[in-house]
């Protein structure tokens, strides 16, 4: 896939990669974003990115006259190709891993999403850097490696194609509804190794027997899965599947038979060929291991045949072994027949020795056994090595069609644990979510033992080409951020085929996610937070087309009220006019709130909070309407400042909006009308009011102690406590 310097920012931060390979002509074109993602550059001379070259390369890497068969590739693409392999061939020192036929990727397949809005979102990573806590930790339930990578790849690369989002819903609904097969599919699961590991190890040359036993227990649970499936009516997609499953009946059998159930890490360890296998492997182990029992037997062999009973096979360090008797026996063994047999080496004082050629030859294996048995199972590890190499293209599609299985059961578990709905994905521009739900948020209320997440809908499009905005007002800590981000990944994981957090959903196919929320700044680069909000910012409204999904958090307030008010207000114009997409605006300037009168695609929507006895409580309930005010003052009041600048506050506060009503300057003519902080700090603290009678009465309730005559009795006391 051909991408642009503008597009390679949000393709690498997709794929997640750690290193990229440049040519020398570009790498200072490039170099910054690599940079800015984290990501090592590897540069490589213009001739590793020749087109033709890299041609010739490839046709003979995948054996075939032409790539034709695999797709049209532009000269850049097929450059970039060639490049890859030369890469492998230096570091890897000749030894290629396994490679799969090229798969052109159109840039329009998959949602693009940016850097900063993976980070903002915490799609596969907390914003402080760990998994936990991320959008991809939450809904994992996948049981074997190649499920969890799967997984990933398709919540960091949703689809933009409507028939592969319905294929994986449908699989998704299927296992979701078979509650049992899903269980039993998920048993089997978890016993299976990581095939795609083993085969990269294998390849590479750098494999032990326990991958050798991965690849067989990985059949065998490929095996049950056939089987679990058979008969059941599965989606088309979850048959072809299980049709990977199949015909690795040979391979298995061999490994089975090869291998035994526990096998070593390392091959120079030996003892991981099953007894009985290979008979010279047997014979050699049989030496190796019991070479007394062998000599014996051939003492009492060589005792019968001579007809000495006293003969006996020593050994040292000199002569090896040998066979001795008496002297007595001497005229007798060294004359015929005997000694064409015998072999005479060694008289002493009171014994005579020989040996034999069979002994000789024994001798020699015994005291080689040990490594001969080790190269025999290095010989036949290096065979059973090349038997799976050479199913390596079905024994891929197996591991896949394993991974397609786990997450299909994955998403179906999380979508009946937590009650998630399937979602409606379309060709449309409708964003309706009914009882939308975050689920890390949810999750996490719930790990806590709080109250239970409040539901909110969502309402963008109305069938009409313009742009669909909600301008979103409300204090802070009502979940303002909590709601756009919910809506934003609502929409991913509808598109990645996963079931959603609300009651129903129906989603038009969303090109692009932006998300800017939040504020950091980026010192190492000199950038202020207000700097890093707005280079955000203008690459959303450079790049925004009008099938994007954007949502926006407080632009403007990094810098002075005019100034913020002024850039939010022509941000939201342009939103609407320009790149006329679907959009959540979430902002304090409430002066905003006009423009839905003004322009026909927006609408306000607040985030509901209540007042109680001069306190506010949080709804965390989205309404239709604007905000009437803010909420500033007592939401510094929660996070513990000091009274006494509290009540300050309130007092500026009062006298701002008082002269903004009569028309009065602001803070000018304010310095000279109120009294200085020291002077309002010198007077006395406020005191919160202490309990009321009918609180303390309250306090001194236990109801499980009222009788139910008690009960009537003190709902009358407390009536009268409330009229005084």
């Known amino acids: 896939m051909e991408t642009t310097p503008a597009r390679l920012g949000p393709e690498l931060a997709r794929l997640a990669a750690r290193e990229v390979v440049v040519s020398e002509a570009v790498e200072a074109k ?75 990727e159109s840039a329009s397949s998959v949602m693009q999403i940016d850097a900063a809005t993976r980070r903002n979102l915490e799609i596969t990573h907390a914003l402080s850097g760990g998994r936990e806590g991320s959008l991809l930790a939450t809904i994992d339930r996948s ?90 009516t599965c989606p088309a997609s979850l048959t072809q599947a299980v049709g990977t499953l199949a015909g690795h009946e040979d391979l298995h059998a061999l490994l089975d038979a090869a291998l035994v159930a526990d096998p070593p890490l390392l091959a120079r360890e030996g003892g991981f060929i099953a007894s009985g296998y290979d008979r010279d492997l047997g014979e050699t182990r049989l030496l190796r291991d019991q070479g007394r029992g062998v000599i014996a037997r051939m003492q009492a062999e060589y005792a019968h045949l001579a007809g000495v009973q006293s003969l006996k096979i020593k050994h040292n360090n000199v002569l090896g072994y040998f066979i001795e008797t008496t002297a007595t026996h001497a005229e007798k063994m060294m004359s015929a027949p005997l000694n064409e047999t015998f072999i005479h080496r060694q008289t002493t004082a009171n014994a005579v020795r020989f040996t034999t050629v069979p002994l000789s030859e024994m001798e020699t294996r015994i005291l080689n056994a040990g490594n001969r048995a080790l190269e025999i199972e290095k010989r036949l590890f290096e065979m059973l090595r090349r038997a799976i190499l050479d199913h390596a293209g079905p024994l891929g599609d197996a591991a896949r069609g394993m991974a397609e299985i786990d997450v299909a059961a994955a998403l179906a578990e999380i979508a009946a644990e937590a009650d998630w709905c399937q979602p409606i994905v379309d060709d449309g521009r409708s964003f309706t979510v009914i009882g939308g739900r975050h689920p890390v948020v949810e999750k996490a209320l719930r790990a806590q033992g709080g109250a239970p997440f409040i539901a909110n809908d969502c309402t963008l499009a109305d069938g009409s080409d313009g742009a669909d905005i909600w301008l979103l007002t409300g204090p802070n800590m009502a979940g303002k951020s909590t709601f756009l981000r919910q809506n934003a990944l609502i ?65 403007g307030r990094g810098t002075a009220t005019w100034d913020g008010l002024s850039i939010a207000w022509a941000t939201l114009e342009h939103l609407h006019e320009t790149n006329r997409c679907r959009a959540l605006f979430a902002t304090h300037y409430h002066e905003l709130t006009q423009l839905a009168q003004t322009l026909d695609g927006v609408d306000n929507a607040t985030i509901a909070v209540k007042e109680w006895v001069g306190e506010v409580i949080f709804l965390h309930e989205v309404r239709n309407g604007a905000a009437d005010r803010s909420y500033g003052v007592q939401v510094a009041k929660l996070a513990g400042l000091p009274a006494s600048v509290v009540e300050r506050a309130r007092i500026v506060l009062e006298a701002l909006e008082k002269g903004e009503r009569e028309g009065k300057p602001g803070p000018k003519a304010l310095i000279d009308d109120l009294p200085l902080f020291s002077a309002v700090a010198a007077q006395p603290a406020v005191k919160p009011a202490g309990p009321s009678p009918l609180e303390e009465k309250l306090a001194g309730i236990h109801p499980d102690e009222l009788s139910p005559r008690d009960a009537l009795a003190l709902i009358y006391e407390l009536k009268a406590l409330e009229k005084s």
Do not use: C, W
């Open 30 to 104: 490039t170099g910054e974003i690599v940079s800015e993602l984290g990501i090592s550059a590897t540069p490589l001379g213009r001739a590793a990115f020749d087109s033709t070259a890299a041609r010739d390369r490839l046709t003979t890497l995948f054996g075939v006259t032409t790539l034709d068969a695999f797709g049209s590739f532009s000269r850049a693409e097929m450059g970039a190709m060639g490049a890859i392999v030369e890469y492998l061939d230096i570091t890897q020192k000749g030894k290629l891993p396994l490679l799969r036929a090229p798969v052109k």
């Open 143 to 232: 049981v074997t490696a190649g499920g969890g990578r799967l997984l990933e790849r398709r919540i960091s690369s949703p689809s933009r194609d409507v028939e592969t989002v319905a294929t994986r819903l449908e699989n998704v609904r299927f296992l979701l509804e078979q509650s049992r097969l899903r269980a039993d599919l998920r048993a089997v699961l978890r016993k299976a190794p990581d095939i795609d590991r083993a085969l990269s190890r294998l390849s590479l040359d750098r494999a032990g027997p326990r991958d050798l036993a991965a690849i067989r227990s990985g059949l065998e649970a490929a095996r049950e899965l056939a089987v679990a499936l058979a008969g059941q």
């Open 491 to 555: 929409a991913l994981l509808a598109q990645a085929g996963s079931y959603v957090p609300a009651r129903s959903a129906h989603i038009g196919l969303v090109s692009q996610l932006f998300s800017r929320v939040g504020a950091s700044d980026d010192l190492a680069r000199g950038r202020s937070t207000f700097m890093v909000e707005m280079v955000e910012t203008a690459a959303i409204l450079n790049q925004a087309d009008d099938r994007a999904l954007v949502i926006l958090d407080e632009i």
